[in-house]
């Protein structure tokens, strides 16, 4: 039996859109030195497990429930960015005093103190027509995340 072109579309965003807002978000630290904040971290791990669920999507069985987790995690990621950007614009005050601790892993702790980056979560390192990277996260998350709702659901109908 031939798959619904809905649920393969739906997979197929379910892996794309962990995959490159992670990938942008590694190129913005490493090849741009834009170092996240905690609450950059956080928006992060949801798309990990995101990128797991779509990956399972493709190889296990039932591959309608692994893209639906994948889409409800990138769906937390955008919610995780609305709550940071909000943060950044100073509509509420974050929940911590957020800001990026030194990795001392294999190096003398003072100088990786010293040598850290501040960075703070209030503060939005770059934006975009006005939208902060949170900002985008979440305006990216939600559309992506909705969209592969509605395309799970019109392959049910369908099928």
Do not use: K
């Amino acid at each position: 039996m031939a798959e619904d072109p809905s649920a393969r579309l739906a997979r197929q965003l379910a892996l794309a859109t962990p995959a490159l807002l992670l990938g942008g978000a590694l190129v913005s630290q490493y090849g741009f030195g834009l170092y996240p904040c905690e609450m950059c971290m956080w928006q992060r791990y949801p798309h990990y497990a995101a990128l797991g669920f779509a990956l399972l999507a493709n190889f296990a069985q039932p591959r309608r429930m692994w893209t639906a987790a994948a889409a409800l995690a990138i769906l937390v990621s955008g919610a995780i960015g609305l709550f940071h950007a909000g943060v950044e614009y100073h509509w509420w005050e974050g929940i911590t005093g957020c800001a990026l601790t030194a990795d001392t892993t294999g190096t003398d702790a003072l100088e990786a103190i010293m040598n850290a980056p501040l960075v703070r979560c209030d503060a939005p390192a770059w934006t975009l027509f006005g939208i902060s990277l949170a900002g985008w996260n979440f305006l990216f998350s939600t559309a992506s995340g909705l969209g592969i709702l509605w395309l799970l659901s019109r392959s049910a109908r369908q099928g």
